[in-house]
């Protein structure tokens, strides 16, 4: 059913992105940066990971094609690697590699040229926001899509929680200020609880189609 594709795929993109999550690296990588400059980040860092997550839904499918990998075979291959994340986000280590990528990216200069573009890129963009897990996650979905309204809900949820970590951005400092060190660690478990056993299901229906069952 459409509803139950799109729940799933709202599930899964928003463990894997993670908008709430990114809200400290956010801060980390725009320290000392004025409002303005920090919008304008927001809006380039989310503007490439919509170009970057849309490329790989309408590319992801042939392009597992033209590789010879079937759609069983990656979502068996897929969901594995979301296992991990999720192992990773359970016990911490997600979040605090994330924070590590941020600290080494936030410079103490805030008015070196190109930092503002520079951070957007990397890590803003890519990892932190299309990341291999959120591209994978992509890929997978798209191979499920069966008709072209499933396609479009896919896009649709995508860019909507690409348009939340754009607000999210914008108000970092206020949800990070308000959830406090402990709420986001509760968070973050409970969601990886939930995407563990979102992945399991991907490796059981790319299994179960893999061997024909």
Do not use: W
């Amino acid at each position: 059913m459409l509803a139950d594709y799109l729940i799933n795929a709202f599930a899964t993109l928003f463990v894997t992105i993670d908008p709430i999550g990114l809200a400290p690296m956010f801060l980390a990588v725009t320290s000392g940066l004025a409002g303005a400059e920090r919008r304008t980040i927001a809006i380039r860092a989310v503007s490439i990971s919509a170009a970057l997550l849309l490329a790989f839904i309408f590319g992801g499918k042939p392009l597992l094609t033209v590789l010879g990998i079937s759609v069983p075979a990656f979502q068996v291959s897929g969901g594995l690697l979301l296992f991990v994340i999720a192992f990773e986000m359970i016990f911490g280590h997600r979040t605090q590699r994330k924070s590590d990528t941020a600290d080494k990216l936030a410079q103490p200069e805030p008015d070196h040229h190109g930092h503002g573009q520079d951070v957007a890129v990397f890590p803003l963009a890519i990892p932190l926001i299309a990341g291999p897990a959120s591209i994978s996650a992509v890929i997978l979905l798209s191979s499920q899509a069966e008709t072209g309204v499933e396609l479009a809900g896919l896009i649709t949820v995508a860019l909507s929680i690409l348009g939340l970590c754009f607000l999210i951005f914008l108000v970092a400092d206020t949800i990070e200020r308000l959830m406090g060190a402990t709420v986001q660690l509760v968070l973050t478990r409970l969601l990886g609880v939930l995407l563990a056993a979102l992945s399991v299901q991907f490796v059981a229906d790319g299994a179960k189609a893999f061997f024909g069952g």
